[in-house]
Structures are given as structure tokens and as C-alpha cells.
């Protein structure tokens, strides 16, 4: 088995990531057809947790047998890292024999690779289309049978008889080993949330419901936060901005404008209303991976961000919590829940920017 580690300090030479941990692929070579079917060995922490690096999928690698040349890199894991025969990465036109400075270069240039923002075609947006309009279908089955008493494991099991009834897959089953097909996080969890057969569904619950499928190739994501019964005024009113910021958002995804636009709509709004804006996630590109380039933060960090073009297709994704921004992920090494208990609200669509601005295509 072949491995390629990217190693720590290389990622503080690279000028346009900011990763915090260690990223394996582990590549496969099968008629010059590379693909990846690696995880990462560490969960990402810091600003930047929500990047989820590690997902690139085949897709991805399918996108470089365009080029004429591709890399091959014949590794181990462990510190003695050796560079495979020759090798021609497609970015950089670089052209290496072997060993532990070169392989540096190789990362480098991959990691430069698996960033680009990706810019689809009108045909790959109808296709975009079809997985966002299954994924918003079966969302909406889901609030409807999201009542008191049914367990989230009830409703995982919903949700993946319809992917199969709509000849999808499901985007998150198996994804860095989540166990379920939808994240279903309640009250004070913000996302993440494991499906279970113990958790029951009460009144006065707020459920999240974050749910994606693959489907010819592409993927579709979107969340929703489902009131249960009478809930209380001030819990209400955080449901009701944080729609109301991811709409601000998208209302701002439009040619000429700058990703950081759609992080100022949504801290703008949600902070008109003092409420705390989850860092460590944040929306993201998404295509023929589930987290492509750009990240979309819901907040203004430093710079204007990529410049926002037809063609991008984003998933934007507003945390926000009722308290304290702060957060933490819970022994299960997925739930993540507000520090100060308090609940949580998170609505998500994906959208395309089309010359006169966003379409939203997970709704129906
Ligand atoms: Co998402």
C-alpha cells in the first residue's frame, strides 16, 4: 500500500493553506487510473476544524487524468519517506526522481491541486441540480416525520430507504467513518450529531437535521433545523435569524462580489442579534467532493476571499449558537456541542452563482 504523507512544516511553507494536521492518501494505481482512498490521521483543529481536508475525493484525481502527465509517488509511512520512479505533476510542470526533498515539492504542488476552486459547467450544474433536488426532497420527508417520540435513529433509517428508492448514495455514511446518512444534532449540538436508537425526540427540541447525497458523480448538502412542538420565544428567534442570515448570504453570492460578502451577510445579521457564530465550521465549495475550495466562513476573518464568479457552487452553512460561540466536540469524536449548553441552529443550501446571481438548488 502506498502512502503519501504531507508532513506538518510543509503546510507552513505553503502560502495559500493553512492545515493543521497530518493529511495521508493513500493511492492506488491501477492502469495509470490514481485515485485516493486515503483519511486523515489527525482531526484538524483550530480556526480552520471546518475545512475537512481530507475528503477530496476520486473525483478529484479523475480531474488530473485530464492532464497528459500525472504524478506517481511510491511511499511509505513513517519517516523514511521514498519518492517513487519518476514523477510529472501537472501544476508546476515539476519533474522529479526521488527522495525527501522532492516529495515536499510533490505535496506542495498537490496540495496547490486539490484547492483550486473549480468552476462548473451548465451541464455539470444540471447535474448539481438533480443531487440537490433529492437531497431537498428527502430533508423535507424527514421534517415531516420529525415529531415527538421518534428516535434519530428512526430517522436515519427514513432517510437512507429513500437515497436507495432515488438510486443516490449517501454523502456522509462512511465519510471519515460516520456512522449514518444524516447528522442529527439536538438543543445543544450543534452538528455532527451520530443518529441513535436511544435518542428520542422530545417537545421543545430543536433538530438538526444535516443531510447530503452523491448522485451521478456530484454532491448535494443542505440542513435545516426542525422546531419540535411549542418551543421557547428566545430559542425561536435564533431558528428564525439564522435562515435569516444564510439567506443574507446568499443573497450576496453573485458575480463581481468576494466570498468575504457572504461572510459579512451572515455576521451581520446574526450579530444584530448578539448571538454567537460557530468558528471552527464553516460552508464550503462543493462539486465532486463534498468540501472543495473556497471555505466560506460566517464571519470576516482577514482578507476579501476568492472573488466570486459564475459557475461556483457553494455550500453555505451559518452555526450559530444562542450563548457562546464556543464549542466542543464531544467523546463520540463527532457531536459538537455549545460550550455553555446552550442550543444551537444551523440551515444550509447548496447554491450555484449564474451570471445574474445565486440560484439556490437544494430546495424544491
Ligand atoms: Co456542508
Known sequence: MEFLVIPQKLRNRCPSTDHESIIVFRLCFCDCDLRRHGSTVHTVTGPHAGRSDDDFGAGLFEDFLRFEKFFIAKLRVGNNYQCGPAVKLAVGHFFFSSFVSRLEIIAWGLIECLRMIQLKSAREIEIMKGASKIVAEILLELREQCREGVTTADLDRIAEELIQKKKARPAFKGYRGFPACVCIS???????????????VQTGDVVGLDFGVIYDGYYGDAAMTVPIGKIRPEVENLLKITEQSLYRGIEQARPGNFISDISAAIQRCAE????GIVREFCGHGIGRSLHEDPPVLNYLQNGKGPKIKAGLVLAIEPMINLGTEKVKILDDGWTVITLDGRPSAHFEHTIAVTPDGPEILTRV
Do not use: L, M, Q, T
Not at 186 to 200: L, Q
Not at 272 to 275: L, R, S, T, V, W
Open 272 to 275: 444584530a442579534h448578539h448571538f
Open 186 to 200: 439536538i438543543n445543544e449540538e450543534v452538528v455532527h450529531g451520530i443518529p441513535s436508537s436511544k435518542r428520542i
